[in-house]
């Protein structure tokens, strides 16, 4: 049994409301957008995902990172993961991830997470993506019981919780 439904076709361009910003699925091409994102919040980064993730470590590569989005852009195809870029409308700039990943631990169907840049922390283009991911998860992916990882639940509760066998 998979995560998810065969017949699903996965978003490829989401606005974000009332911004000129936009998510669609990353690729191995964005690392020139990606790794100055990464990098640039990677101190904030770290405390959000080092824990259970081990990322972004600091002495990430741009290699490194062109790999991890290869990684990402293989898993997207096959539908085992998706990380979604936030771009701006000329896709110039990277300026956050949303992540969708079959749940690791029990009591969810899918886990998604999100972060933006540090410029965007407090700003109302992170207000429109938190308000957005949630509702976008509702209306446009197959999930009953999602888990919003670090929003609904705190990621040292997820981390303690069983591992899905």
Not at 7 to 29: G, K, N, Q, S, Y
Not at 34 to 58: H, Q, T
Not at 104 to 130: I, N, Q
């Amino acid at each position: 049994m998979t995560w998810l439904p065969d017949e699903f076709v996965h978003p490829v361009h989401v606005p974000v409301p009332d911004t000129a910003l936009h998510l669609r699925p990353i690729r191995e091409a964005d690392t020139p957008l990606d790794y100055p994102a990464v990098m640039g919040s990677r101190e904030r980064l770290w405390e959000i995902f080092g824990p259970a993730w081990a990322w972004p470590s600091e002495t990430m590569t741009y290699e490194e990172d062109r790999v991890d989005l290869l990684r990402h852009e293989k898993e997207i195809a096959a539908h085992q993961s998706f990380n979604y870029a936030l771009l701006d409308e000329g896709e110039t700039a990277i300026l956050g991830c949303v992540y969708i990943d079959p749940p690791e631990r029990t009591g969810s169907d899918g886990e998604v997470s999100w972060w933006v840049v540090d410029g965007l922390v407090g700003s109302e283009a992170e207000a429109a993506v938190d308000a957005l991911v949630p509702q976008w998860i509702a209306a446009d992916w197959p999930f009953r019981q999602p888990r919003y990882l670090g929003r609904d639940i705190a990621w040292q509760d997820w981390l303690s919780l069983p591992r899905v066998s």
